[in-house]
């Protein structure tokens, strides 16, 4: 029969035009490095949960969702089109032509927006959430270049919050009574960034120009529930950034803590933006964010008209990263002691780096085949096979020569590896062997020819 893969005790066949999934993939994807108490990125995912949850504890928390999801979960119900980008080989691993490792958090939007209301797109039926908002967290997959803040699994929050839309007015204040209810809580979250982000500095987008509101929300509903998605996510940000300032010591103490929002597209969201940070000199991006579009509410069940709410995706790693003060994004996969001792559940703690140990670099340098051919060849092919050969003894793999041959019109290319282990000295009989099975796999699966 057809070769099948198991994953997560579920068996798959896989689909010879479709199936790129690596050994080294379907090994991380039992980690879940977000669930240990101690680990950087699980003491980020509590300390941000708490965070949200203690404006009106309004947030059910989804951590233990399988990696593996459908495509028409993690594309199709969020409206991406056929052609997008993200659907490429190249970008996602694929188990066959229906299941994929999702590419975000945003996979699971649909099931979640179902449970608020007792309806579940699948089969397992699940009890109605009392709560009208929920965070999942989940590592998340991407084929990407290799370098000391890329790495292929990482780690995303997702954030929603849904509004039931009422007809019935409030008699105070004579709007309706959903409106009411977003002014409350959005009066609530105000009322907390005033007293302890005093030194947030929000620089807005307001503009609709090219990122147009939905139809079938009031301007006022939009104005509202926008509001209510930056400040929650201004809160989020703030909580997160000022205590690194704190911790920093007195010198950063009560500096301005500057963001900005930017208007962005999002498939499933309208309007959108992101939000960016100014740190250390330079804007980072952490989320993306927008009004939901109704079609996905739809889609899980809800009721034309019925409903208004918004989502957000916020990036794990990188802010683990700055705040731990972790070097190469690796060490959160290591498994040395020296490591893990170093962290607490609800602390940040600064990582002490236990030793450096000295990398080699190596060079590849090979032709393309034929032209026909070799467009079928991307650089995340590359990527992978020296992943799958040197695991997390690589640092980085760079382009750093091309050129094409005046008469044949060949084209050439070289990479340089970087090898070096977080964890201990590489021989250089292990990194020869290693490059060799680089060089082999290359010619194997590319028919390029090594120069
Ligand atoms: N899933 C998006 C990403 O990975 C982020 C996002 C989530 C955007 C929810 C809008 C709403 O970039």
């Excluded at 007792?118 to 908002?133: C, D, L, Q």
Aim: net charge negative.
């Amino acid at each position: 029969g057809k070769p099948q893969l198991k994953i997560n005790g579920v068996v798959y066949d896989t689909h010879s035009d479709f199936t790129n999934v690596s050994s080294t993939i379907l090994n991380l994807s039992d980690r879940s490095l977000h669930l240990e108490p101690a680990h950087p990125i699980g003491v980020l995912r509590k300390q941000i949960e708490d965070k949200l949850n203690s404006t009106s504890n309004s947030y059910q928390y989804y951590n233990d969702f399988r990696p593996v999801v459908t495509v028409e979960e993690n594309f199709d119900s969020l409206g991406f089109p056929a052609d997008h980008p993200g659907r490429s080989k190249s970008d996602t691993y694929y188990v066959n032509d229906k299941y994929l490792f999702r590419t975000h958090t945003s996979a699971h939007e649909l099931e979640c927006f179902g449970n608020i209301q007792g309806f579940s797109p699948r089969t397992e039926k699940r009890a109605p959430t009392e709560k009208p908002g929920f965070l999942i967290t989940a590592d998340v997959y991407r084929r990407d270049e290799i370098d000391r803040t890329h790495y292929p699994v990482f780690h995303q929050m997702e954030g929603a919050r849904v509004w039931k839309r009422s007809s019935e007015k409030s008699s105070e204040s004579h709007e309706p009574l959903h409106i009411q209810k977003i002014r409350d809580d959005l009066c609530k979250l105000e009322k907390q960034l005033r007293e302890e982000s005093s030194n947030l500095v929000v620089e807005d987008d307001k503009s609709l120009e090219s990122n147009p509101k939905q139809d079938y929300m009031s301007d006022l509903e939009v104005d509202l529930c926008s509001q209510h998605l930056k400040r929650t996510i201004e809160l989020l940000v703030a909580q997160v950034f000022n205590k690194k300032l704190q911790s920093m010591g007195s010198e950063d103490q009560g500096a301005q803590l500057q963001v900005r929002w930017i208007k962005a597209y999002f498939p499933w969201t309208a309007p959108s933006w992101e939000i960016e940070v100014f740190w250390k000199g330079e804007w980072l991006e952490l989320c993306g964010c927008g009004l939901v579009r109704e079609q996905v509410l739809l889609n899980a069940g809800y009721e034309k008209d019925s409903t208004v709410g918004w989502a957000f995706g916020l990036g794990l790693d990188r802010i683990a990263m700055l705040l731990f003060e972790i070097p190469d994004i690796r060490l959160f996969w290591t498994q040395d002691e020296r490591f893990h001792s170093q962290f607490h559940e609800g602390q940040i703690t600064r990582f002490q780096p236990y030793s450096k140990y000295p990398g080699t670099t190596r060079d590849v340098a090979f032709w393309l085949p034929e032209q026909k051919e070799s467009s079928l060849i991307h650089e995340n092919d590359i990527m992978e096979i020296v992943r799958e050969e040197a695991g997390d003894m690589v640092e980085s793999v760079k382009l750093i020569d091309q050129f094409t041959h005046p008469n044949s019109n060949k084209k050439s290319l070289c990479y340089r590896i970087n090898y070096q282990s977080m964890d201990r000295n590489l021989t250089n009989e292990e990194i020869n062997k290693i490059q060799e099975n680089v060089r082999s796999q290359l010619v194997q699966n590319y028919k390029v020819s090594l120069r």
